[in-house]
């Protein structure tokens, strides 16, 4: 059939004829569903009848592929650790660890961008705005490119500043920190693709498109596995292997995120359409961008300097040490990544219910949307603990075939064992304060967490070592939860 003439084929078939009333069920359901409501603006976003209150299995759908995309991060350093572990240079897990907190710090620091990107869209979805909704991913990728460009045009103040304050009391050797330095000098020039990337991940998060968020995000591991394999394992070239094959995998991961955001775009009305240079530089909208993101990356930035703090004082305890801590930490991530799909099915329901112009429905949505997340969240919870009660030994096997490394990482195993149930709080509560956009309150108590960190972290390890500076770690991850606990009821009144 010509593209020109779409109904051709149609030019014989008469109209069908109802009686007056006897309109079938299906097409006035359709027209009403298709009508224009009161006070929408065209092109605003349809949203599904059977997704206005949130059910546990909704929340599933959302979390399940979220949770797959949420835990390739840490794989990557899972990974990491196991082809390393596998070459002729294990100790060079030591030198990806120092390497990558830099990048851990820098990249989360700019994590606000993603987290901004999704409460911001959420409610525009909710409020049936496309054109804010489009807005809001402009401006996270305006930003996300300009940051990220700004950390390759500042690479050496960056790499002179942070290889210093890594090495203030370390026992890591100078082989260590010279693996270190060429993994970053190598990584570094993937920071445009990589911080960018962060606002296609949260754009798809808000549009309830979990799925091509996992897509992306198992894409891009799926590519470095294979070049850790092949640049590590085959052919030696320990860090700097790690670091060209996650150089790679960003900019594919990038440019994946964003032919799946243009698929979206392209059933709501058009990749081109809904597009406004006014609405992209609306002052308002501008200010109230500016305060979220402010307020999340002071939060995140507080965040990813607790883990820099936490590899920095692990160094203290020497080489085998660092890279069992390391190993450890990747398992940490792992299961709080895996949470975090929860977490994110709640940034989506929350911040869609919150943009609800209907307010008596919104509150029925907001309430609904907390319930069906954190259920399941509470239950995977407690599914990870049991597996590590049960297997951490063979997983940490899984990860190095180095007697020492796999020996040291054993005895602080109980840590990672514990660690789901302290988790479970912070992440769920951080995807609903997200979908709230109540990133003050979240910078708050990020705040008051880390003074309790820093001072613990010092008293505790000075008297138990290695143990002690895991019990101050885990211990700031329950003090996150309950602070953003007792915000709780800001949110709640918001839809109010």
Same mark, same amino acid.
């Given at each position: 059939?010509?593209?020109?003439?779409?109904?051709?084929?149609?030019?014989?078939?008469?109209?069908?004829?109802?009686?007056?009333?006897?309109?079938?069920?299906?097409?006035?359901?359709?027209?009403?569903?298709?009508?224009?409501?009161?006070?929408?603006?065209?092109?605003?976003?349809?949203?599904?009848?059977?997704?206005?209150?949130?059910?546990?299995?909704?929340?599933?759908? @959302?979390?399940?592929?979220?949770?797959?995309?949420?835990?390739?991060?840490?794989?990557?350093?899972?990974?990491?650790?196991?082809?390393?572990?596998?070459?002729?240079?294990?100790?060079?897990?030591?030198?990806?660890?120092?390497?990558?907190?830099?990048?851990?710090?820098?990249?989360?620091?700019?994590?606000?961008?993603?987290?901004?990107?999704?409460?911001?869209?959420?409610?525009?979805?909710?409020?049936?705005?496309?054109?804010?909704?489009?807005?809001?991913?402009?401006?996270?990728?305006?930003?996300?490119?300009?940051?990220?460009?700004?950390?390759?045009?500042?690479?050496?103040?960056?790499?002179?500043?942070?290889?210093?304050?890594?090495?203030?009391?370390?026992?890591?050797?100078?082989?260590?920190?010279?693996?270190?330095?060429?993994?970053?000098?190598?990584?570094?020039?993937?920071?445009?693709?990589?911080?960018?990337?962060?606002?296609?991940?949260?754009?798809?998060?808000?549009?309830?498109?979990?799925?091509?968020?996992?897509?992306?995000?198992?894409?891009?591991?799926?590519?470095?596995?294979?070049?850790?394999?092949?640049?590590?394992?085959?052919?030696?070239?320990?860090?700097?292997?790690?670091?060209?094959?996650?150089?790679?995998?960003?900019?594919?991961?990038?440019?994946?995120?964003?032919?799946?955001?243009?698929?979206?775009?392209?059933?709501?009305?058009?990749?081109?359409?809904?597009?406004?240079?006014?609405?992209?530089?609306?002052?308002?909208?501008?200010?109230?961008?500016?305060?979220?993101?402010?307020?999340?990356?002071?939060?995140?930035?507080?965040?990813?300097?607790?883990?820099?703090?936490?590899?920095?004082?692990?160094?203290?305890?020497?080489?085998?040490?660092?890279?069992?801590?390391?190993?450890?930490?990747?398992?940490?991530?792992?299961?709080?990544?895996?949470?975090?799909?929860?977490?994110?099915?709640?940034?989506?329901?929350?911040?869609?219910?919150?943009?609800?112009?209907?307010?008596?429905?919104?509150?029925?949505?907001?309430?609904?949307?907390?319930?069906?997340?954190?259920?399941?969240?509470?239950?995977?919870?407690?599914?990870?603990?049991?597996?590590?009660?049960?297997?951490?030994?063979?997983?940490?096997?899984?990860?190095?075939?180095?007697?020492?490394?796999?020996?040291?990482?054993?005895?602080?195993?109980?840590?990672?064992?514990?660690?789901?149930?302290?988790?479970?709080?912070?992440?769920?509560?951080?995807?609903?304060?997200?979908?709230?956009?109540?990133?003050?309150?979240?910078?708050?108590?990020?705040?008051?967490?880390?003074?309790?960190?820093?001072?613990?972290?010092?008293?505790?390890?000075?008297?138990?070592?290695?143990?002690? @500076?895991?019990?101050?770690?885990?211990?700031?991850?329950?003090?996150?939860?309950?602070?953003?606990?007792?915000?709780?009821?800001?949110?709640?009144?918001?839809?109010?």
């Amino acid at each position: 059939m010509s593209a020109a003439a779409p109904n051709a084929g149609f030019a014989n078939v008469r109209p069908a004829r109802f009686p007056a009333g006897a309109l079938p069920r299906a097409a006035a359901s359709a027209i009403r569903r298709h009508a224009p409501r009161p006070g929408r603006r065209p092109g605003t976003i349809s949203l599904p009848s059977d997704a206005v209150i949130p059910t546990v299995g909704q929340a599933l759908r @959302l979390a399940a592929p979220a949770s797959l995309a949420a835990m390739a991060t840490p794989l990557l350093g899972l990974v990491d650790v196991w082809a390393l572990g596998q070459s002729a240079r294990p100790l060079d897990i030591a030198a990806v660890g120092f390497g990558a907190v830099i990048f851990s710090l820098a990249y989360w620091t700019f994590g606000f961008i993603r987290m901004g990107v999704a409460g911001l869209a959420a409610q525009a979805a909710g409020a049936e705005d496309e054109a804010e909704a489009r807005a809001v991913l402009g401006r996270g990728l305006i930003l996300g490119a300009g940051a990220g460009l700004a950390l390759v045009l500042l690479q050496w103040p960056i790499e002179r500043g942070a290889f210093a304050a890594l090495g203030v009391g370390s026992e890591a050797s100078p082989a260590t920190f010279d693996g270190a330095a060429a993994y970053f000098r190598i990584r570094i020039w993937g920071a445009p693709f990589a911080v960018a990337t962060y606002a296609f991940y949260g754009w798809l998060t808000a549009r309830g498109r979990t799925d091509y968020l996992m897509a992306a995000s198992c894409s891009m591991t799926g590519i470095n596995i294979l070049l850790d394999y092949w640049l590590v394992v085959d052919l030696e070239r320990g860090a700097s292997g790690v670091a060209l094959g996650t150089l790679i995998a960003e900019i594919a991961g990038f440019a994946v995120a964003g032919a799946l955001a243009a698929r979206v775009m392209a059933a709501s009305g058009g990749l081109f359409a809904h597009w406004s240079r006014a609405r992209l530089l609306d002052a308002a909208a501008l200010r109230r961008t500016a305060a979220v993101n402010r307020d999340i990356f002071i939060r995140t930035l507080l965040l990813t300097l607790t883990f820099a703090w936490f590899t920095q004082r692990g160094g203290a305890f020497g080489d085998v040490t660092l890279a069992a801590n390391q190993a450890l930490l990747q398992l940490f991530l792992f299961t709080g990544l895996a949470l975090d799909g929860t977490a994110i099915a709640a940034e989506t329901m929350v911040g869609q219910a919150l943009g609800d112009r209907d307010r008596d429905r919104g509150r029925r949505r907001l309430d609904g949307a907390l319930r069906a997340t954190s259920l399941p969240a509470g239950a995977l919870a407690l599914i990870f603990a049991l597996g590590y009660a049960a297997f951490g030994t063979e997983i940490v096997a899984l990860l190095t075939d180095d007697g020492p490394i796999r020996a040291t990482a054993t005895r602080y195993l109980p840590w990672v064992a514990v660690s789901p149930l302290v988790l479970v709080g912070a992440f769920q509560l951080d995807g609903i304060f997200i979908g709230a956009t109540r990133a003050r309150e979240m910078r708050n108590g990020m705040i008051v967490s880390t003074a309790f960190l820093v001072p613990a972290a010092i008293v505790l390890a000075d008297a138990y070592g290695n143990h002690g @500076l895991w019990a101050a770690f885990t211990f700031y991850f329950a003090l996150r939860g309950l602070t953003l606990a007792a915000f709780l009821p800001r949110v709640r009144a918001m839809a109010s």
